[in-house]
């Protein structure tokens, strides 16, 4: 039988320190691959968005092993505390959560996230590229990429349907890769709804693009080029005033795409009596869709509902 580049992934486990019962849990990653360029890809930091981009990953392992013309390595869960119970942040860390994604290059003495970071740095230090999968995840749903400068063509490839220019986040696993000259990028696309296999296939496309063109991956026939995305600025979080049950108006199939100004993009109703306290409209002529909650739920106050942008 053809062996894949999935077969061909050699395991190996890191042991990090947890909770009392079980005293260390594995991080786990793949590698494939002796020779050329390596690249990383790692799907959930944030233990919320992680399953659509390892599936993602894994739908791009199917490839023949003999197409691997460089090195890739794979970490499917990178925050599995975090990731068990679908929450952003592992429950663990002393006394407050902490964003794996902001502690980079990490602590090896620090909380339970400092000493992940400190695990994973080494893995991200000795890449070519890494591609750092995050996505809508349990509650939204996403559609952009991250451009940083001198990794341009990496963002274009993953095929999203918008691009920002990306600030530097302090502590941040592409923040790190950037200060080693590592090229990188940040996809956020994907997430729970009727169509996450949609975008999980939109986004192997994209991978095997990047992969194509990184000459890791060298594919008789690539993906065509991605359509053409839109350039936004400056993105901006919708917030709900007031907790309650939202309901939106636009649903899964709006990310991605821009609406006009004064769209209803969705509502929230008081628990109690179900009056209409807030009712979100798009705020901008040509409003991007960059990301959103696509189903009714209860929620607080303050919670982030969606982040739109204005295309550039
Ligand atoms: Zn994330």
């Known amino acids: 039988m053809l062996k894949t580049v999935y077969d061909s992934l050699t395991w190996k486990e890191l042991q990090l320190t947890a909770h009392a019962a079980s005293q260390y849990i594995p991080l786990k990653y793949g590698e494939a691959g002796t020779t050329g360029p390596r690249v990383t890809l ?23 092993a003999e197409q691997l013309t460089g090195r890739l390595r794979v970490i499917f869960t990178a925050n599995a505390l975090a990731a068990e119970v679908e929450r952003r942040n592992s429950w663990i860390d002393s006394p407050n959560p902490v964003d794996l994604d902001s502690v980079f290059p990490g602590n090896p003495s620090g909380s339970h996230t400092e000493r992940l970071a400190a695990h994973l740095a080494p893995l991200i230090a000795d890449s070519d590229a890494v591609i750092d999968l995050h996505g809508g995840g349990t509650w939204c749903i996403n559609a952009f990429v991250k451009r940083f400068a001198g990794s341009e063509q990496l963002a274009a ?7 920002s ?24 696309v994907g997430g729970r709804s009727g169509r996450e296999m949609y975008w999980t296939e939109r986004n192997v496309q994209g991978l095997e693009r990047a992969l194509h063109n990184l000459d890791v991956l060298a594919l008789p026939a690539p993906p065509a080029p ?47 009596t179900l009056a209409e306290l807030q009712t979100f409209t798009a705020p901008f002529d040509h409003t991007a869709m960059m990301l959103m909650r696509p189903q009714i739920c209860t929620i607080e106050g303050s919670a982030l509902v969606y982040v739109v942008a204005q295309p550039v």
């Not at 490839?157 to 691009?163: C, M, N, T, Y």
């Not at 592409?174 to 990028?185: E, F, M």
């Open 42 to 64: 790692i799907a959930g930091t944030h233990g919320d968005e992680g399953p659509w981009s390892a599936l993602a990953i894994k739908l791009l392992c199917r490839h023949p």
């Open 165 to 188: 220019n990306a600030p530097n986040k302090p502590g941040g696993l592409t923040t790190y890769a950037r200060s080693l000259g590592i090229k990188v990028t940040n996809l956020e």
């Open 157 to 163: 490839d993953l095929g999203a349907p918008f691009i």
């Open 226 to 272: 991605p359509e053409q995305a839109t350039d936004v600025g400056k993105t901006e979080a919708m917030r709900t005033q007031v907790g309650g049950i939202f309901v939106p108006t636009l649903r899964e199939d709006a990310v991605g795409t821009i609406v006009p100004a004064g769209t209803e993009l969705g509502k929230i109703l008081d628990l109690h």
